[in-house]
């Protein structure tokens, strides 16, 4: 794809159109609407070349949850909504079972375009982020924080919750539990729904059960720690 120079708003020019973060991209007193703009042409990293969309967060700016997880895929990345194909049925039918009201919740990805490796037949397969693209991307996720404010976030796989939580995060040895962090009341981390779908049929049922567990002890500590307004635990 032909390169276009990119004039920031910081002055600089670039004509590889890369430029190394979207902090360039942020514009000035965002709302999440300005940010959701400004994201469809970020370049921080060169994961835009190939998707077909930047897929930015959804949910109400005054969410008491956000659901963070790694990239969109397929199916995200062509509708241009996070959370609509398999993973994020599978999170819809946890955040019912564990009785947390999907509407007062906002779902977002630590990375914001897809990446892929092209496969036979015009399939496409999920290929994993690097840390230089998490770092890229970031701060898109760190202003939907400051914006929404939600009391607990919700790292969804490894990659979202070393993205949050720092890189020697193990979801396996604390996933379920509350973890103090200065970006909400709580921060937890669980597995990637991905995950449980990718799990060998004999254990698949345990991982979702182990799944719907961890959603429910988060439901458990909204409950415990309502928002101001309202809480999101039914
Ligand atoms: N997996 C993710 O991490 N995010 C999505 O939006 C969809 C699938
Ligand atoms: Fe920008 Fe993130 Fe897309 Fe990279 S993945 S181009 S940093 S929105």
């Known amino acids: 794809m032909p390169a276009k120079p990119l004039h920031l708003s910081n002055g600089r020019v670039t004509n590889a159109g890369l430029t190394g973060s979207a902090a360039d991209f942020i514009p000035s007193n965002p709302t999440l609407p300005k940010l959701r703009t400004a994201a469809a042409r970020c370049r921080g990293c060169d994961l835009w070349i190939n998707a077909t969309q930047t ?92 914006l929404v404010q939600p009391s607990v976030i919700v790292a969804l796989g490894a990659t979202a919750a070393q993205a949050l939580l720092g890189r020697d995060f193990r979801v396996t040895q604390q996933r379920g539990k509350p973890i103090p962090s200065e970006l909400a009341k709580a921060v937890f981390a669980t597995v990637h729904p991905s995950a449980v779908l990718r799990a060998p049929a004999e254990t698949r049922g345990q991982a979702k059960a182990d799944f719907f567990a961890d959603l429910k002890a988060v439901a458990r500590y909204l409950k415990c720690h309502p928002a101001q307004s309202q809480s999101a635990a039914k």
């Open 55 to 146: 897929v930015f967060g959804e949910g109400p700016s005054d969410g008491v949850a956000m659901f963070v997880g790694e990239q969109p895929g397929d199916q995200e990345d062509r509708l241009g909504h996070p959370f609509v194909g398999p993973a994020g049925k599978l999170l819809d039918a946890g955040l019912e079972h564990a009785g947390i009201d999907r509407s007062r919740v906002y779902l977002t990805n630590a990375v914001k375009h897809f990446k892929f490796v092209p496969i036979e037949r015009g399939r496409r397969l999920h290929k994993k982020p690097s840390l230089g693209e998490v770092r890229a991307c970031k701060p898109w996720l760190m202003e939907e924080i400051r």
